[in-house]
């Protein structure tokens, strides 16, 4: 036997208020998304990294200087730099309540995680050129 509850589904009525306009589909299809594609380059750029680390200098850049480990390795960084961006912007949205620093918090936010994924890609590109 089941009860009627006072809850109705739909944008209308009594439980309009608890029905979601689905404004965060994106965020949130993004972020499984990249969620799945990190767990994979992940991987590989783990493996790249334990391949080098018993290496001298020179061996090391060459390896990482083939495409493949390159490509991985920043394919990882900018994947989650975002990730790691669109995570901190869902907690500042939940839990900054004040809007004038919800908004710096929010530029902030888009600043460093672009800065963190610019110096990791440099790096990554200035191992991997020839000399």
């Known amino acids: 036997m089941t009860s009627r509850t006072q809850f ?6 009594r439980g309009a208020a608890y029905v979601a306009d689905r404004s965060g589909a994106p965020h949130d299809k993004f972020m499984r998304l990249s969620a ?20 001298s200098y020179e061996a090391a850049r060459a390896e990482i200087g083939r495409p493949l480990p390159a490509l991985a ?12 961006r669109l995570g901190a912007e869902s907690i500042i949205m939940d839990y900054v309540h004040d809007e004038a620093l919800k908004e710096k918090a929010l530029l902030a936010n888009k600043w460093a995680s672009l800065a963190i994924a610019a110096l990791w890609t440099l790096a990554i590109l200035l191992i991997a050129a020839p000399k």
């Open 73 to 84: 390795m920043i394919a990882f960084i900018a994947i989650a730099s975002m990730h790691m």
């Open 36 to 55: 799945c594609a990190l767990g994979p380059l992940g991987l590989v750029v783990g493996w790249c990294l334990v391949s080098v680390s018993g290496k």
């Open 8 to 13: 109705l589904s739909g944008r209308t009525g």
